[in-house]
């Protein structure tokens, strides 16, 4: 073998590197509104899966922070659709999110699909924007968190803290009298 033909074998392999990484990103990422997603700042969170569920994995990220009264991006990307018919995705959300884009999306067998939902909180504290993934008769269905505002949800306090003598930390809580 010579110098000129170890050239051509090396050429050779990196034209088909090349055209498989061409083939594999062939597939454009959809939004609710039928736009291009262009940003990937984040990264996505996938979501759990469970045996039974509807085989498509789903992945989100909250972009930014959501504030009362100004719409926040979370960006869906839907993969492991296999059913030649497609599969659907359903959105809705909580008391105290609105949703302004579409609530239903169509999902192509074989390809990854970017969607992004537009949600306008109302209140401060936690909301959910609910998935509904529908393949072949089986359903996912996954909560997206979001937080508006600072505030965390916390639990109210069920009862009076007090010292005992030695120091102790003890809760005192009143007891209910069964009837």
Do not use: H, W
């Amino acid at each position: 073998m010579n110098l000129r033909s170890s050239s051509m074998i090396a050429a050779a392999c990196l034209a088909l590197f090349a055209a498989s990484a061409c083939a594999d990103s062939t597939s454009t990422p959809r939004t609710a509104k039928g736009t291009a997603s262009s940003s990937q700042a984040a990264p996505m969170t996938a979501t759990a899966r469970k045996p039974n569920d509807s085989g498509v994995a789903i992945q989100y990220r909250v972009e930014g922070t959501a504030r009362v009264g100004r719409a926040i991006s979370v960006v869906l990307q839907f993969d492991g659709v296999s059913d030649p018919a497609g599969a659907t995705a359903r959105l809705t959300t909580d008391a105290g999110l609105t949703l302004t884009t579409s609530s239903t999306l169509a999902l192509p067998a074989g390809q990854s699909t970017t969607a992004t939902a537009m949600v306008t909180s109302d209140r401060e504290g936690l909301a959910y924007l609910n998935v509904f993934v529908t393949q072949n008769g089986a359903m996912s269905i996954v909560a997206i968190p979001v937080q508006t505002g600072s505030s965390a949800p916390a639990m109210k306090a069920a009862g009076e803290l007090k010292s005992s003598p030695e120091g102790e930390k003890i809760i005192s809580m009143p007891a209910k009298e069964p009837k």
